[in-house]
């Protein structure tokens, strides 16, 4: 299971990010298809790095071999978290355990808040290089408006010559994109794999057809978009014959923002007193 991050965020597992930010509205109405993506991509781009609010929230995760819910507290030194549901049941002592040292990692390793930093930023920058790709990766088209939003669709452009593993997939994808009209935000975002997509003629790896991802975003703060829901399913195989895949769906919610001022060790200390959950509504199992 993944450390959980949240500075970016336009897509997730192999795509990864989502935004948050809050800028002037850009009407949509006389913009073409093109126009309308670019205009979303530069939004969420912006967005991305102006806005630094934290927050609190409820993150629920599952996998083939995961299915936990936790707290997570967001600080501008980093995030913790507390599992406070493991595969439908309260945590054991030795979750609850674990949860304790890597609050207190956090708090007295400097090395490891580094690394988890450099990590942070290595998906940062591969979300926004994807991100920027939208507009000249694929043909669109406007299917629909309505309630505020304009919906899109996209098949992959046949001029477009991606580099790397990530706009190889993502340029293999068709997809509908649905847009806030108003204030000109992703709302959501959803693809299918149409075709395998082999690394080195099928040397290195091989993504199946039919892998599908969607991605929906809600408005939890004026002006402040957060992710709070991500479904990835693909799979295929690496050199060796190794499986590989994403299959995770993940949703989060109740989000309040986190005050300010708040630090890692106020932020931890949150989290022991069960401020957080307080705060969020959510029942947790361990006291003080």
């Known amino acids: 299971m993944r450390e959980i991050v949240r500075p970016s965020r336009f897509f997730p597992g192999f795509l990864l990010l989502v935004l948050s930010g809050a800028l002037a509205p850009r009407i949509a109405q006389a913009?073409?298809?093109?126009?309308?993506?670019?205009?979303?991509?530069?939004?969420?781009?912006?967005?991305?790095?102006?806005?630094?609010?934290?927050?609190?929230?409820?993150?629920?995760y599952k996998s083939p071999d995961k299915n936990i819910v936790k707290l997570i507290i967001e600080t501008q030194q980093g995030n913790l978290s507390e599992v406070v549901e493991d595969n439908g049941h309260p945590p054991?002592?030795?979750?609850?355990?674990?949860?304790?040292?890597?609050?207190?990692?956090?708090?007295?390793?400097?090395?490891?808040?580094?690394?988890?930093?450099?990590?942070?930023?290595?998906?940062?920058?591969?979300?926004?290089?994807?991100?920027?790709?939208?507009?000249?990766a694929f043909i669109w088209n406007i299917v629909d408006r309505g309630n505020g939003d304009v919906k899109l669709t996209f098949r992959p452009n046949p001029s477009f010559s991606p580099d790397g593993m990530n706009g190889k997939v993502l340029a293999a994808m068709s997809g509908t994109l649905v847009v806030s009209e108003h204030e000109m935000r992703l709302r959501s975002l959803s693809g299918h794999l149409d075709k395998d997509v082999v690394f080195a003629w099928g040397l290195l790896g091989r993504i199946?057809?039919?892998?599908?991802?969607?991605?929906?975003?809600?408005?939890?703060?004026?002006?402040?978009?957060?992710?709070?829901?991500?479904?990835?399913?693909i799979s295929g195989h690496a050199l060796f014959f190794k499986n590989i895949g994403d299959?995770?769906?993940?949703?989060?919610?109740?989000?309040?923002r986190t005050p300010e001022g708040v630090d890692l060790n106020k932020a931890a200390q949150m989290l022991r007193d069960g401020e957080v959950a307080r705060e969020l509504h959510i029942e947790t199992h361990f006291g003080a």
């Open 208 to 233: 199946n057809a039919g892998g599908t991802f969607q991605i929906i975003r809600e408005e939890v703060g004026t002006g402040n978009w957060q992710i709070t829901q991500t479904h990835v399913h």
């Open 31 to 60: 913009q073409s298809p093109e126009e309308i993506v670019r205009t979303v991509v530069r939004n969420e781009l912006d967005a991305d790095t102006n806005d630094r609010t934290a927050w609190m929230y409820r993150d629920a």
């Open 92 to 136: 054991s002592a030795e979750q609850h355990q674990a949860d304790l040292d890597r609050i207190r990692q956090m708090l007295t390793d400097p090395a490891f808040r580094q690394r988890l930093k450099r990590n942070e930023q290595q998906d940062s920058k591969q979300a926004r290089d994807m991100m920027n790709m939208l507009p000249n």
């Open 247 to 256: 299959q995770e769906d993940e949703v989060t919610s109740d989000y309040r």
